[in-house]
């Protein structure tokens, strides 16, 4: 079901990873979903970056390792870091966070949350502190968010799953990171289509035109925020949900074409 429809083609697809396109428990929606993107016609393929809250090299290493498609764009770290096709940096992307973000300081003030455990070291990067903070519920993230603005830092803060807590710069965040590709890649935002299953990917379904498409595994808390978002909702889990709203936003293979018929003389 979905709220409206646009019929603008699909130029850029942005998808988060872990329980959207790269299903948790494993299964053939990963086989599914590159054969279903390997039959598109090139002319029609559109851009494709994976937007995860695993670092850049983390995402190419797994995509590898499962066999999804290659990407063209990388968003990684929670929209803290954006790479090529070539595992590069784009230029003028990380110049934008010095301004309020000073991570010693950030993390001296979360390692005094109580409870709170940092995440391993492979999920840390310079523009992201990331922990680990089971159950807590608003009044706890609104009193951390207190804590951090009160010490002058410029900070977006965003728990997802009931577990992940992530600060980032204020301009940080998945939504900022398609954004700003976006503008880069020159894409109009109705020819962007964004997936996902949990809250940290609400910024992307937030973006202005762009279309969206929540799993059917998505997340309470990310339903909860997409009322005024133009999302489809699919029926499918996972890579099939994710198949089954690009197709519904107009992205499809060719129909295939039948056997040729040999002619006699
Ligand atoms: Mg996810």
């Not at 803060?157 to 992530?166: A, F, G, M, P, Q």
């Not at 595994?217 to 499918?236: E, F, H, I, K, Q």
């Amino acid at each position: 079901m979905t709220r409206r429809r646009s019929s603008a083609a699909v130029r850029l697809f942005v998808s988060d990873l872990d329980g959207t396109v790269l299903p948790l428990a494993g299964g053939d929606g990963v086989r599914r979903f590159a054969a279903w993107w390997d039959s598109l016609t090139p002319a029609t393929r559109p851009l494709l970056c994976y937007n995860s809250g695993r670092l850049c090299g983390d995402v190419r290493a797994v995509v590898r390792a499962v066999g999804l498609p290659a990407p063209d764009y990388v968003i990684g770290g929670v929209g803290t870091s954006l790479t090529d096709a070539a595992g590069h940096q784009l230029p003028g992307f990380l110049e934008r966070f010095a301004n309020g973000w000073e991570r010693s300081r950030v993390q001296e003030i979360m390692a005094g949350v109580r409870g709170i455990e940092p995440h391993p070291e492979r999920f840390q990067s310079p523009y992201k502190s990331s922990w680990s903070l089971l159950d807590a519920d608003p009044a706890r993230i609104t009193a951390i968010v207190a804590a951090l603005a009160s010490a002058d830092l410029r900070v977006r803060v965003i728990y997802s799953s009931d577990r992940d807590l992530d600060v980032l710069p204020a301009d940080a965040g998945k939504g900022h990171a398609v954004e700003w590709l976006r503008r880069k890649t020159r894409v109009a935002a109705r020819n962007v289509v964004v997936a996902g299953d949990t809250e940290n990917d609400l910024a992307m379904f937030e973006l202005p035109d762009v279309r969206g498409i929540a799993v059917a595994n998505a997340r309470p808390g990310l339903l909860a925020g997409l009322s005024t978002c133009d999302v489809y909702r699919a029926a499918a889990t996972e890579a099939d949900g994710v198949i089954e709203g690009l197709e519904c936003f107009g992205l499809r293979p060719p129909p295939a074409r039948p056997p040729d018929l040999k002619r006699h003389p």
